[in-house]
């Protein structure tokens, strides 16, 4: 068996792709792969760097009869679907005296829509790290079916939906050390300039949420968690000019989305400076 139907038998499974067509053209060799779930047509790309997506497939305006519902037309769907996080939870804990670990031996790595990820958030006295679900309660009017997916990246804070869970209590930060974007034929990752440098993702969380994420599954009860978006800056405009998450660096920042009263808060809904941010070749 390749490496290819290996990592697709392991991760992803017989029941959810299928491998079509192949040949060649002007281009080269073609193969057409079909995914039940684009989460993982995302991770197949990063898995095999290599291969080259046919053209427009990465575009903004690419559309599909199979793309999931549950997409919300005012929110960045194309934004930072996949970043990592090796932050350890000792150095977590020197930013944030007295943080509680409620994740165990966290585990470092890529982190994928719907997938657990570890956040900050409130507790009763202090604050805690758990993990969490990634994605929001879609709003129920974009919903074809009882099905939610969830929303991953939260930009217009002033709809209803949102604005339930922009106060204090629902404020989290999100640690990351490197985050993509889309780009033609593939992906561009991108790292704090100054190597070393701490970064969170505004996030909002919201606890023992009810829903049917995967019909397999069934319904279930989850803690779950998006962050915010924002206009690029000039590293993450240069390949993807929509739109770029919003990123916190220093102790002020992180008390103050945590804290602050929202019209304070909201204040930081806007791009990491130009200069802050490099391209790199791969997650760090």
Sequence with gaps: MSPMHAWLERRVGRASYAIH????????????????????????????????????????????????????????IEVCNLYNQTMAVDAMRQLFAGLDN?????????V?????????????????????????????SVLKTARD?????????SSSHWRRWLGPAHRCLVPVTSFSEPKPGGIQWFAPAEEGQPMFFAGIELRSWKSL?????????????????????????????????VI???PAEWQTWLGAPFEIAALLQRPLPDGRLQLVQGAI
């Design 21 to 76: 067509g192949g040949g060649r053209n002007v281009i080269g060799d073609v193969i057409a792969f079909y995914f039940r779930d684009p989460k993982d047509a995302c991770g197949f790309m990063v898995a095999f760097p290599d291969l080259e997506l046919a053209d427009g497939t990465v575009s903004p305006t690419y559309s599909s009869p199979s793309a999931p519902s549950g997409n919300v037309p005012d929110e960045d």
């Design 102 to 110: 409620y994740t165990g031996n966290l585990e470092p790595g890529a």
């Design 112 to 140: 994928y829509p719907d997938r657990l990820a570890p956040i900050i958030r409130h507790k009763p006295d202090g604050l805690q790290l758990v993990n969490a679900r990634w994605g929001m309660p879609s709003p129920p």
């Design 149 to 157: 997916p969830g929303v991953t990246n939260v930009r217009n804070l």
């Design 213 to 245: 994420r995967k019909v397999k599954d069934g319904e279930t009860v989850d803690d779950l968690f998006a962050f915010l978006t924002c206009a690029p800056n000039a590293e993450v405009g240069s390949v993807h000019p929509k739109a770029m998450p």
């Design 248 to 250: 916190l660096t220093n």
